[in-house]
T-cell receptor, first 110, second 113 residues
Framework: DAKTTQPNSMESNEEEPVHLPCNHS???????IHWYRQLPSQGPEYVIH???SNVNNRMASLAIAEDRKSSTLILHRATLRDAAVYYC???????????FGTGTRLKVLA | EAGVVQSPRYKIIEKKQPVAFWCNPI?????LYWYRQNLGQGPELLIR????????DSQLPKDRFSAERLKGVDSTLKIQPAELGDSAVYLC???????????FGQGTRLTVV
């Protein structure tokens, strides 16, 4: 299974954009890139996913590098409620087997 | 619409005792997952069901852990006997089908003393 690498922690000021990076250099052609986040004392929550093209939804944007070896989750305006651990996960089409790493702990400063 | 419901939220037991966790997935969701999350780590998949069939249980410690999903709806995860190292948060998730968004419950925090 392909692995992902994320920074352990990041900080952002409230109301500013946040770019959360993820490296996945061993990604294969059929691997989807998923992002989930986990708020304190909660289960993980789906954020966004994509395969090759950039994706946007009401929560965030996902920018995928042309070679697909890295991706970036973009929160356009961070709020205090966005403070969470963000997980970048790869899964093969048809298997939906998530292998979570340790994620990036995002701290949002008021 | 109700999300994934798990109970209990917290459980404290002595080692060597049995314990069971219950999960009610979102109505209509065919795929159900059980994960274990140790402190400071990401969740680790224990077992995945498609309807009532366990299709991936390779990470489930079968000597002491068991799971079932009756009629392809609710599911229970059991540990017997529990060990100190089993202390963790046990998360249940469901999805409409494989390769769609997974919805997680709040988890059951197990403490074995």
């Amino acid at each position: 299974d392909a692995k992902t690498t994320q920074p352990n922690s990041m900080e952002s000021n409230e109301e500013e954009p946040v770019h959360l990076p993820c490296n996945h250099s061993t990604i294969s052609g059929t691997d989807y890139i998923h992002w989930y986040r986990q708020l304190p004392s909660q289960g993980p929550e789906y954020v966004i996913h994509g395969l090759t093209s950039n994706v946007n939804n009401r929560m965030a944007s996902l920018a995928i590098a042309e070679d697909r070896k890295s991706s970036t989750l973009i929160l356009h305006r961070a709020t205090l409620r966005d403070a969470a651990v963000y997980y970048c996960i790869l899964s093969k089409a048809g298997t939906y087997k998530y292998i979570f790493g340790t994620g990036t702990r995002l701290k949002v400063l008021a | 619409e109700a999300g994934v419901v798990q109970s209990p939220r917290y459980k404290i037991i002595e080692k060597k005792q049995p314990v069971a966790f219950w999960c009610n997935p979102i109505s209509g969701h065919n795929t159900l997952y059980w994960y274990r999350q140790n402190l400071g780590q990401g969740p680790e998949l224990l077992i995945r069901y498609e309807n009532e069939e366990a299709v991936d249980d390779s990470q489930l410690p079968k000597d002491r852990f068991s799971a079932e999903r009756l009629k392809g709806v609710d599911s229970t995860l059991k540990i017997q006997p529990a060990e100190l190292g089993d202390s963790a948060v046990y998360l249940c998730a469901s999805s409409l089908m494989v390769n769609t968004e997974a919805f997680f419950g709040q988890g059951t925090r197990l403490t074995v003393v």
